[in-house]
């Protein structure tokens, strides 16, 4: 206030000479300023001409983990997705039931990308088209209500992140989308535990037989891989703590049903917790149908049929949860058609994650999986590329040089080498007494590699394989420039010379199964098996660290804090 004090009384004292100066100082100082804002505009502009367009379809945990460790200094980064945040989906069981609250395992992608070196524009829409032909994508907005803000519009990229994941497979089973109920997104955990509560009050209001009573109150999961049992055990527990309680008279009518077509459940993981998970089921009272195919959905009963005999029988429900697997997104499958890929569940990639059929476009997450190389069908190379002296055979100093390289390439050589108890090749090449072969040739060296493709298997469709490909993409295209130059991959046995980069190499750090009870199950490595309360907080302590921030970090731990004071909030919201 006192320096424009002081220029008012000099202004009304001055001249009109002086005024006049004084004004053209001021505008002057403006006009810089303006002009110099325009500058760096303008230069932001034209190092983003300069850097590659990089388009990155959903923020998923394959997209999340993409831009998390991107140096977006040296690109141009656009991301297209139809929610403008991340969810922690291993956490969407408890959503179901009340145990954690919705917005306690959701962060703003913009919250998680501000802290980047540059800046990542984020638009929230659905991208309904891919053009590999001309590099690029169409995309409708998701604000269908609003006609200004729901016109298509079109992105140009120089490199394509295909991260939309997978919607839900129903396998052509009719009345599955009308009468089901999914567990992909948060809203749907938000729709299952409106759901749940409906039920009890419908159960209880007057004129109902106890018939239909029980038909209200009787939940089916179809599916018992880990998102069904886990939603099973957080529904008896929301019921046998909290929601009998509050709904005493219809206590006795309650009825839980998880239909499963195996002959076990969670038969991903070791025999032991299957086993474990079926008998505690057993004694809190959930019935597991085994065996069974579920051939139709009605709003009143599901039509299941029994492998075994053949026979069709009904089942009444009042909700059911559908959890049977994953399927391909329209746009994805009519971007496989594109490509040459037409037919597939899934987008195939090499293992450098880049769709097979385009250069620029990769493929991670839900909506992809690597179509490994087998090591039998560059058997020869392999052995051409090793036989530097072109003798016919290899030495042990031959057969070294390219160990490492055949391990990085084929990662399915670890796997077979651990089922043989062995630690190299060399250990397999052996003659009859047990002792190391001196010298092998071709024969000897295709025989002793003949089973290295038994042990080929596809990536499980979970959150882990997906945040580890994001993180493998993102550092990938940060050494992108310099790995051009200094290629870091293992040789290339047909044409020579050296991958740009190490093939991706999926790392297992074992999986979780919450049972309810406050037991849960673990599978880690080094074929290490826990089950019980300890594993629980094992679990507990597992995903809290692995919280995308931490807010989320703080908000998930007071919910099972409030969970174990104050019980599960029961209220219709």
Not at 43 to 59: M, Y
Not at 464 to 476: I, N
């Amino acid at each position: 206030m006192t320096i424009l004090s002081s220029l008012g009384r000099a202004s009304r004292s001055a001249p009109l000479a002086s005024k006049l100066l004084l004004l053209g100082t001021l505008s002057g100082g403006s006009l810089v300023a303006y002009s110099d804002s325009n500058k760096k505009e303008e230069e932001q502009q034209k190092q983003n001409k300069k850097k590659k367009k990089v388009v990155v379809l959903g923020t998923g945990w394959a997209g999340i983990s993409f831009l998390k460790d991107l140096d977006i200094s040296s690109y141009h980064v656009q991301v297209v997705s139809p929610q403008n945040y991340f969810a922690f989906t291993p956490l969407l069981p408890s959503v179901t039931c009340g145990t954690v609250e919705a917005r306690s395992i959701v962060e703003s992608v913009r919250n998680i990308t501000k802290k980047k070196n540059g800046e990542i524009e984020l638009w929230e829409a659905d991208c309904v088209k891919i053009d590999p032909a001309n590099n690029k994508v169409r995309c409708q907005p998701v604000f269908k209500d609003d006609p200004e803000a729901s016109q298509e519009f079109s992105l140009e990229y120089d490199y394509l992140i295909i991260a939309v994941g997978a919607q839900v497979n129903t396998f052509g089973t009719p009345g599955v989308l009308e009468n089901c109920h999914f567990l992909k997104e948060v809203e749907d955990a938000q729709r299952i535990r409106r759901g749940v509560i409906d039920c009890f009050e419908k159960a209880l209001l007057p004129g109902l037989t106890e018939e239909q009573r029980r038909r209200k109150l009787h939940f089916v999961i179809v599916g018992g891989g880990p998102t069904g049992v886990e939603f099973a055990a957080e529904l008896h527990d929301f019921i046998e703590e909290d929601i009998t309680k509050i709904y005493p008279s219809v206590k006795e009518l309650v009825k839980i049903t998880l239909i499963q077509s195996g002959d076990h459940i969670l038969n991903s993981f070791d025999e032991r917790i299957s086993s474990f998970a079926e008998q505690k089921f057993l004694r809190d009272g959930i019935d597991v149908l085994m065996g069974m195919r579920v051939m139709s959905v009605s709003d009143k009963d599901i039509s299941v049929k029994i492998k075994s005999s053949g026979e069709v029988v009904s089942l009444p429900h009042g909700l059911i949860l559908w959890s049977t697997g994953v399927g391909t997104r329209p746009v994805i499958s009519d971007f496989m058609e594109q490509v040459g890929q037409g037919g597939r569940r899934v987008l195939a990639t090499n293992e450098w994650l880049q769709v097979k059929g385009c250069e620029n476009v990769y493929a991670v997450g839900d909506c992809a999986s690597i179509a490994q190389r087998k090591i039998m069908g560059d058997i020869a190379n392999i052995f051409k590329a090793a036989d530097v002296d072109n003798s016919g055979t290899l030495t042990e100093e031959e057969l070294q040089d390219v160990v490492e390289d055949i391990n990085v390439r084929y990662p399915q050589v670890e796997l077979y080498l651990k089922s043989k108890h062995v630690r190299s090749i060399k250990d397999l090449l052996t003659d009859s007494e047990g002792n190391p072969k001196k010298e092998v040739d071709i024969k000897a060296f295709e025989s002793a590699l003949s089973g290295v493709d038994s042990q080929m298997k596809s990536l499980p469709a979970t959150a882990q394989v997906a945040a580890q490909q994001g993180s493998y993409l993102a550092k990938c295209f940060n050494k992108m420039e310099h790995c051009k130059e200094h290629p870091e991959g293992p040789k290339r046995f047909r044409t020579g010379g050296h991958h740009q980069f190490r093939p991706f190499q999926y790392k297992h750090f074992g999986q979780f199964a919450p049972l309810g009870g406050d037991q849960a199950a673990a599978e880690l490595p080094g074929d290490w098996v826990s089950a019980g309360r300890s594993t629980q907080w094992l679990w507990y302590s597992v995903y809290a660290s692995k919280q995308v921030s931490w807010r989320t970090r703080a908000l998930v731990v007071s919910d099972w804090t409030r969970r174990y004071i104050f019980g599960r909030d029961s209220s219709r919201i």
